[in-house]
């Protein structure tokens, strides 16, 4: 059940002791480097980094990878030999993970325990838990545990209240913005964009001629099946888009030619900015 006790979790999954007791056991020998799931974990990691620098994967995309896996890691430990991952490591993996949103997970070397994980949180750090596991199998790292996609994992959801605006403040927010501010407000109240949307808004996805903006979303653009959406635009967003066209690919820049909206891995550290944020802060 969705809120499956994280003490009933225990007793079915286990809690991970099954697989550490067993290595204890059987640990005769010191594993070699290259086969301990810290070292199989960083070189997982190494061909997604590949990925973000040939725009296969988001800057952000990449920080949310290692973070989740990097859970798993700890709860493997990055010394185990690769092998132990195995059905008991899976099982007593969604044990903690339970564990994680009951707040029953110790910070390491304190007697304090970590902020409980929301159920989403949870289910996408046994989701990549799961992603990395299947690379394993595929790659005859790991035979394929037998249990990886047992549909007796489950999270559920959490609630999540959705903020408002009454109509009367977006009109005062949008009356009172200046500069490009006030276009990138309207073009959310239009056309539901993101700040990302505004920010890579490109100038072919633009009808100059009809004041029709007609694009797929970017997060699923590169999906075949998704559908092409079409915003007519109101008379004052198609005036002001006119007015601070670029002419270039991308119909939007700050002053200074740069993009609004970033995120880039520099020097192997994750970078951003979102200067719309900014402006709305301001």
């Not at 969604?94 to 304090?112: D, F, L, P, V, W």
């Not at 959490?158 to 276009?183: C, D, F, K």
């Not at 056309?191 to 949307?197: A, I, N, P």
């Not at 066209?245 to 994750?270: F, N, Q």
């Amino acid at each position: 059940p969705d809120d499956l006790d994280p003490d009933a979790a225990k007793m079915i999954f286990g809690d991970g002791r099954l697989w550490q007791d067993r290595l204890a056991r059987d640990k005769t020998e010191p594993t070699p480097t290259d086969r301990t799931v810290g070292a199989i974990v960083a070189g997982w990691l190494d061909i997604q980094r590949q990925r973000v620098e040939t725009e296969q994967l988001s800057a952000g995309a990449f920080a949310y990878l290692t973070r989740c896996v990097g859970e798993f890691t700890a709860f493997m430990g990055s010394s185990t030999p690769v092998e132990m991952i195995q059905e008991s490591a899976i099982g007593g993996f969604y044990s903690h993970t339970m564990r994680g949103i009951a707040g029953k997970i110790k910070i390491e070397n304190r007697e304090e325990y970590r902020e409980p994980w929301g159920k989403e949180y949870a289910s996408k750090v046994f989701a990549i838990a799961k992603r990395f596991v299947a690379y394993l199998a595929e790659n005859a790292i790991v035979p394929m545990p037998r249990n990886l996609n047992s549909k007796s994992f489950k999270f559920g959801k959490s609630p999540r209240a959705v903020p408002t605006m009454e109509i009367h403040e977006v009109q005062t927010l949008i009356h009172h913005a200046t500069g490009q501010l006030r276009l990138h407000l309207l073009l959310m109240g239009n056309c539901g964009f993101t700040q990302q949307d505004v920010s890579d808004l490109r100038d072919d996805e633009v009808d100059w001629k009809t004041g029709r903006i007609i694009r797929k979303r970017g997060k699923t653009a590169e999906h075949d099946n998704v559908p092409t959406v079409e915003y007519l635009l109101w008379r004052e967003t198609f005036d002001l888009l006119t007015q601070y066209r670029t002419g270039g690919e991308i119909v939007l820049l700050t002053k200074s030619g740069a993009e609004w909206v970033w995120e880039k891995m520099i020097d192997g550290k994750i970078r951003s900015s979102d200067n719309i944020a900014s402006n709305y802060r301001h």
